[in-house]
């Protein structure tokens, strides 16, 4: 067994210390910074301090992460106390075992717990499909975040 081993199970753990928060940190350097080249400036802001983490485990390690924000306003036409997920992020080894998937339920069941209408998400294009398979629907025109294309896209909860 390897580390990479995607057949393990995967299991979601809300971030509870600095410690797993510096995982979450360190997923999000490999993914963003490395990868996809966002500056460390805009890949770390504020809504860290407030956002509620999760983190991915498959073997005993952390593999993935994301996060959930309530949002001060409710997106244009729509009502109630809506959450934005953000920063999701997987290690690419373990991108094909559904991690992505178990962090947006994990994330969008906490939205619930906390009573929220709906939840938004700025989707890089390449991501659009998984985004619809888990019922989110664009909105709007593509728009450029840290240099990547994106749209934004809601669910109703």
Request: aromatic letters at 6%.
């Amino acid at each position: 067994m390897t580390m990479t081993d995607t057949t393990l199970p995967v299991t979601i753990k809300q971030i509870q210390s600095e410690a797993e928060l510096f995982q979450a940190l360190a997923i999000r350097e490999v993914v963003f910074i490395e990868e996809q080249h966002v500056p460390e400036g805009i890949e770390r802001d504020t809504e860290d301090a407030r956002a509620y983490h999760v983190l991915a485990f498959q073997g005993g390690h952390a593999v993935g992460t994301g996060r959930l924000v309530l949002l001060a306003q409710a997106p244009a036409g729509k009502e109630g106390l809506w959450a934005q997920v953000g920063r999701m992020a997987v290690l690419k080894a373990h991108r094909k075992a559904h991690v992505g998937s178990r962090l947006l339920h994990s994330l969008e069941e906490e939205a619930r717990r906390r009573g929220v209408n709906g939840v938004m998400l700025h989707a890089q294009l390449y991501a659009l499909e998984f985004y619809r398979k888990h019922g989110y629907e664009p909105v709007g025109a593509v728009f450029e975040e840290a240099g990547i294309p994106h749209l934004e896209m809601l669910k109703g909860l």
